[in-house]
């Protein structure tokens, strides 16, 4: 069964770092998303990309992300000067449609920032 | 402002008997609605959706209901099985294709 991966599974960095997070979404699939879930908080959206182009992105996503399908098969999400409020699961999801189709998502990157 | 809320944060059922996760929503635009599963270490799991044109969805031994008057939906799992013990999130779809997810509830299936 086709699934979305994502790696590494966990990160540990220090603030001020920059981490890439990699993803590599279904293969048939077009549109591409980004969440995040702090530790006993709910699952938030982050990004959505489609077309080579962010389609839309919530107020978390600041001037310090990023967004990249750099080869076709990879999605990447940058985080250029991380905070210690960065620290969370990131999770990547792909679907074919943005309408009445699930999204399917990897299993999360565990990101700590100390 | 929390759009979709679960206001459950946990519940626990005995083996064989029905689970119940309920799910409030604010904004009545929404008109897509998805239950997702998630085990620990893992990434959220479709489980089963509904469309605002319609009031009940059935997949097995998972059924979600849609009253779109109360802006609520439910989950019903009949018969649980401890398998089914996990946190269950209930999403709305915007039209962009991102899902807003309420906080979720631990469901703990006791055998």
């Known amino acids: 069964e086709p699934e979305v991966t994502q790696t590494p599974s966990h990160q540990v960095t220090q603030m001020g770092q920059e981490v890439i997070l990699r993803c590599v979404p279904i293969?048939?699939?077009?549109?591409f998303y980004w969440y995040r879930q702090i530790l006993g908080q709910k699952v938030e959206f982050l990004v959505s990309?489609?077309?080579?182009?962010?389609?839309?992105k919530s107020e978390i996503f600041d001037d310090q992300f990023s967004v990249e399908r750099p080869d076709g098969s990879n999605f990447t999400l940058k985080i250029r000067s991380t905070k210690l409020e960065d620290s969370a699961m990131y999770f990547c999801?792909?679907?074919?449609?943005?309408?009445?189709?699930?999204?399917?998502f990897g299993q999360g990157t565990r990101l700590t920032v100390v | 402002d929390q759009q979709v809320k679960q206001n459950s944060p946990s519940l626990s059922v005995q083996e064989g008997r029905i689970s119940i996760l309920n799910c409030d929503y604010t904004?009545?635009?929404?008109?897509?609605f998805l239950w997702y599963k998630k085990y620990p270490a893992e990434g959220p799991t479709f489980l089963i959706s509904?469309?605002?044109?319609?009031d009940k969805n059935e997949d097995g031994r998972f059924t979600v209901f849609l009253n779109k008057s109360a802006k609520h939906l439910s989950l019903h799992i009949v018969p649980s099985q401890p398998g089914d013990s996990a946190v269950y999130f209930c999403?709305?779809?915007?039209?962009?294709?991102?899902?807003?997810f309420g906080k979720g509830t631990k469901l703990s299936v006791k055998p």
């Open positions: 990309f489609y077309n080579n182009e962010i389609s839309e």
């Open positions: 904004n009545s635009m929404f008109d897509y």
């Open positions: 293969s048939n699939h077009l549109y």
């Open positions: 999801a792909s679907s074919e449609a943005p309408a009445r189709t699930e999204a399917f």
């Open positions: 999403a709305a779809l915007e039209s962009q294709g991102n899902l807003i």
């Open positions: 509904i469309s605002s044109i319609k």
